[in-house]
């Protein structure tokens, strides 16, 4: 069993950043970020490998979300800038699937955190 733990969302204005934080219970092979509005599925964010190396993102934030993972804190994390109110989700962690963006892969997930981006 995995266990995680996601912190940092909030509310901010249009433009503004976040960086959202995952603390996992042990080590995890590939981590994501997901996010889900109310009403919506579920849509992937972003996937890195273990070592980082290699990450992926949907197209909607390329370029203004970066994904990086720290081994030795077991730690995953999310840092989001020029945030548009379209960013406005519940965003989850998740651990035990692959690079794809694709929410039946994950395995575990945390309980989320809100952000909220106002125009």
């Known amino acids: 069993q995995v266990q995680l733990a996601e912190s940092g969302g909030g509310s901010v204005q249009a433009g503004g950043s976040l960086r959202l934080s995952c603390v996992s219970s042990?080590?995890?092979?590939?981590m994501g970020w997901f996010r889900q509005v109310q009403g919506k599925e579920r849509e992937g964010v972003a996937t890195?490998?273990?070592?980082?190396?290699?990450?992926n993102y949907a197209h909607s934030v390329k370029g203004r979300f970066f994904i990086s993972k720290d081994n030795l804190k077991n730690t995953l994390y999310l840092q989001m800038n020029s945030l548009k109110p379209e960013d406005t989700a519940m965003y989850y962690c998740?651990?035990?699937?692959?690079?794809?963006?694709?929410?039946?892969?994950?395995?575990?997930w945390g309980q989320g955190t809100q952000v909220t981006v106002s125009s």
């Open positions: 998740a651990a035990g699937g692959g690079l794809a963006l694709r929410e039946a892969d994950f395995t575990y």
């Open positions: 042990r080590y995890t092979i590939s």
């Open positions: 890195v490998k273990s070592d980082g190396s290699i990450a």
